[in-house]
């Protein structure tokens, strides 16, 4: 979404797909996980007197070595990035790459940003369209690509395209993936982020893009999952036989070095009564230990 709606309200509705609050959810969803892998999110930021918003900008935390530096997308994110989303119902057209680019030059100007300062552009789209192509042909904007559905290019800044239509079918890129169209496809990436057991905030922020944008498909997903709550029950059970087992040999491993020590304290004892002359006996009396102990020393 390049332009920002002139009815914020019109999108809260999902009742048909021109309807469904795409960007909102990746806002959503996107500022969640990334914060949950070290990085800072920012949202709709101004940029210039047009009503032209970016829709994402993200920015490194103070924590370099957090876990996007092993994600493998966004372990490319630069000091500041400037994301531009576009839904499946917002495909890319003629002069959009233009102002995804003013994007990063007025974010450029607006913050004083100095030329060594590192500024990325990021374009996410569902597939990579015939109009994208032209255009990064016109503007001799040659690709590497890192991996399926995800490349690189370079101009007066990083540019990074994702294809989300294109990116493998694996846990790292199923929150991209969930911005396909409905279907197939989006149900066994939600249901494989339900199983993966990922982090419980994780998880909720997953759920809510669902029923944003895909409310159908997340109600059979869950009806699949039925057992979830048994299961998770099953799994909270067994953390507690093992807390308790824990527990008792940790308390057995205290119990028997006290006993140990204490052996260790009389038979120091028994030896140096032993060895002042004192009667095996009476040794054995005052220590505690067997007479056939004593005389073993």
Known sequence: MLLSSDNPDADLEPSSQEKIPWDDAFKQVMQETLLLLGL????????????????LV???????????????????????????????????VFGDLEVWFAYTLLYRKKYKLAYNQGLAAWLIVERMNKQLRQALTHYHLALTEIL?????????????IVAYQDLPFELPYSVLKLFLKSGKAVQETFLSVLESEQREAWLRSVTTAMHLVHPQDAKEVLDIMSLAAE???????????VKEDVEQQVEKSKQEAKLEGKLEGQLETAQQMKADGLPVAMIAKYTGLSIQAIEAL
Request: positive net charge; hydrophobic residues 40%; contains cysteine.
């Open 148 to 160: 399926p559905g995800f490349w690189r290019s370079e101009s007066l800044f990083p540019i990074y």
């Open 231 to 241: 299961r998770k029950l099953l799994k909270e059970t067994a953390f507690a036989i």
């Open 40 to 55: 800072t999110v920012k949202a709709d930021i101004k940029l210039g007197k047009l009503p032209l918003k970016a829709d």
């Open 58 to 92: 993200i920015i490194h935390s103070s924590d370099l070595e957090g876990e996007w530096r092993q994600h493998p997308l966004w372990r490319y994110c630069h000091t500041y990035n400037l994301v531009e989303f576009k839904s499946v119902n917002d495909p890319i």
